[in-house]
Structures are given as structure tokens and as C-alpha cells.
T-cell receptor, first 117, second 119 residues
Framework: SQTIHQWPATLVQPVGSPLSLECTVE??????LYWYRQAAGRGLQLLFY??????ISSEVPQNLSASRPQDRQFILSSKKLLLSDSGFYLC????????????????FGPGTRLTVT | AQTVTQSQPEMSVQEAETVTLSCTYD???????LFWYKQPPSRQMILVIR??????QNATENRFSVNFQKAAKSFSLKISDSQLGDTAMYFC????????????????FGPGTRLSVLP
């Protein structure tokens, strides 16, 4: 079965410090990968998605970047954190498109709570 | 652009009762999928149910069922025999079918409804 991991689970970082959040998926190959941010008590905002190694699409302009160095690894980074980067970050995966409905579902990791102080 | 609206920020229901969460969406697409996700206090997002827009039959998963009204662009979730473990944030999500193979599936999530099941 497929599993998705995220670490760290929680992180407290000062303003201006760098950030690296990691997401890995097991049990599948060539997944589509996604980074979302969830502000307190609010819905999910898609930040980045990737359909393959080195292929990153950004949905919103921001202080963050993403990379996909390996097929099942997705990294969210920042060179200098802002207070507004605080939030709950979720990684998700879905299988590549093939025509059957089950491939369109997204499966989420446990998330990382980031607090920028 | 697609938008998803959940007009009930918070709801509560007595254990064993039935509750319906509403969701409306706005799209000009004809081929799309709709989902309900549950986020309990652990914050793990869990898929509850999905509905393909081309299917007229409403999806059901055990105690969870949907009322999909395509013309009205409405997609409500009914939870029967509510249990304490159903306490969670519930998110409605829209996904249009990608036209390009292996294109990322962009979900649009609603703001969520916080459901509390009371003993």
C-alpha cells in the first residue's frame, strides 16, 4: 500500500531563517505531488504541484519554492522566512492520469505545522 | 476560475442523528469530479467520498452519501447515524478533468465546515 511521509511534524523558525520541508511517498511510482498551505481555521491553498522529476508548477507568487530531486521526494523551501509563512503545510500525492476515476483522488500526508516568530 | 462555497462554517449534531453539510460550486466545465474530505483534530486529511459529474447516481460510502445536483451546482454530504469520531472539519473540493495526460490535478477546496458530534 502507499504511504506518504512529511517531516518535521512541527517547526518553529525565526523570521529571515531558511526553510526545508520534506515529503516522500512510498509504494507508488511517478506520482503527481502537491504542496498546500492551510491557514488557521481555513481551507487549503495549492502552492506547488509536480508531475515529474524537476517539473514544478507554481500556483501563487510567494516567498517559497519547491523542488523534486527524486521521483517520490518533494521539498518545500525558503531562503528567508516571513511571518506570513506561518501555517500548516500539507503534502499530497495522486497517481498519474489514465482515465479511471480512482486516479484523480489526492492522498494527504500528516502535515507540518510551521510557526515563524 | 472555479470556486467552492460552504455556507455553514460550523454545525453540530447529536450522536446517532443525521446531518447534512452543504456545498455549492461555480464552474463552466462539464467534466469534473467532486470530493468530500474530512480533517479530524489530528489534521490528517481523509477522503470521505467522491462523485463523478457524468454519473447521475449519487455516491454512497457506508454512512456517508451525497446529493449531487449538477444543474444547481450543489453537492451536499449527508452523514447518517453520526458518531463521535465524525467530529472534524469537512472540506468540499472540486477538480476539473485535466485535458493533458499526466497534467497535475488541481483541486479547489471550499473553506470548510466544522462539525461537532455531541454525546
Amino acid at each position: 500500500s502507499q504511504t506518504i511521509h512529511q517531516w518535521p511534524a512541527t517547526l518553529v523558525q525565526p523570521v529571515g531563517s531558511p526553510l526545508s520541508l520534506e515529503c516522500t511517498v512510498e509504494g507508488t511510482s511517478n506520482p503527481n505531488l502537491y504542496w498546500y498551505r492551510q491557514a488557521a481555521g481555513r481551507g487549503l491553498q495549492l502552492l506547488f504541484y509536480s508531475v515529474g522529476i524537476g517539473q514544478i508548477s507554481s500556483e501563487v507568487p510567494q516567498n517559497l519554492s519547491a523542488s523534486r530531486p527524486q521521483d517520490r521526494q518533494f521539498i518545500l523551501s525558503s531562503k528567508k522566512l516571513l511571518l506570513s509563512d506561518s501555517g500548516f503545510y500539507l503534502c499530497a500525492w495522486s497517481a498519474g492520469t489514465s482515465g479511471t476515476s480512482a486516479l484523480y483522488e489526492q492522498y494527504f500526508g500528516p502535515g507540518t505545522r510551521l510557526t515563524v516568530t | 476560475a472555479q470556486t467552492v462555497t460552504q455556507s455553514q462554517p460550523e454545525m453540530s449534531v447529536q450522536e446517532a442523528e443525521t446531518v447534512t453539510l452543504s456545498c455549492t460550486y461555480d464552474t463552466s466545465e462539464s467534466n469534473y469530479y467532486l470530493f468530500w474530505y474530512k480533517q479530524p483534530p489530528s489534521r490528517q486529511m481523509i477522503l470521505v467520498i467522491r462523485q463523478e459529474a457524468y454519473k447521475q447516481q449519487n455516491a454512497t460510502e457506508n454512512r456517508f452519501s451525497v446529493n449531487f445536483q449538477k444543474a444547481a451546482k450543489s453537492f451536499s454530504l449527508k452523514i447518517s447515524d453520526s458518531q463521535l469520531g465524525d467530529t472534524a472539519m469537512y472540506f468540499c473540493a472540486f477538480m476539473k478533468l485535466p485535458r493533458i495526460l499526466n497534467y497535475g490535478q488541481n483541486f479547489v477546496f471550499g473553506p470548510g465546515t466544522r462539525l461537532s458530534v455531541l454525546p
